[in-house]
């Protein structure tokens, strides 16, 4: 129990540290499962880059993106990772006020309060965070979508079995 209060702060703390310049732009809720067969719940917090990195001359398809900074509680293996992830998103569509297509990417850092996850051993506590997902967002600045994770520490520390993750979400837009 104290290191999970131990976990949150930290948490809080890292959201608390995002330069003053970013925001908060939007708070995503999620639920997911793991290759473990574990239900897995996650909240998040993004700050968006705030400028365009790449647009077509059409101006139908852009690029931008966001910090996430989220918790996620693997309920059944008694864990919790903190993490921090810039994703890149591709949107499809102009911003006419309806609903946008989009696919996004990351790749983040992320700290975990166990290392033995059911069978897996991430050996060691510190874990590389990928993140691919496809979404729709809507007029009102809400998304929903779905995302898959893969979290391994990349071989810095042996055994590197990494844990993978799949979920659905909702975010609410600021």
């Known amino acids: 129990m104290k290191k999970t209060a131990l976990a949150l702060s930290c948490a809080l703390s890292a959201l608390c540290s995002v330069p ?45 993106g966001y910090w996430d900074a989220g918790v996620t509680r693997w309920s059944s293996l008694d864990a919790t990772s903190l993490t921090l992830t810039p994703m890149f998103r591709l949107s499809f569509g102009a911003s006419d006020g309806g ?54 520490n990349a071989g810095l520390k042996q055994p590197n079995d990494g844990i993978d993750m799949a979920a659905l979400y909702y975010r609410l837009g600021f």
């Open 20 to 64: 003053a310049a970013h925001a908060l732009d939007g708070i995503t809720l999620q639920i997911g499962e793991s290759s473990e067969n574990t239900t897995t719940y996650r909240i998040g917090a993004e700050f968006e880059f705030g400028r365009t990195l790449w647009q077509s001359q059409s101006g139908g398809v852009q690029l931008d």
């Open 99 to 152: 609903v946008t297509p989009f696919l996004e990417g990351g790749i983040g850092a992320s700290y975990f309060t166990d290392t033995n996850l059911g069978d897996q051993d991430l050996g060691g506590k510190f874990q590389f965070e990928d993140r691919l997902g496809a979404g729709l967002k809507f007029a009102s600045g809400s998304e929903v979508g779905v995302r898959y994770y893969h979290y391994s």
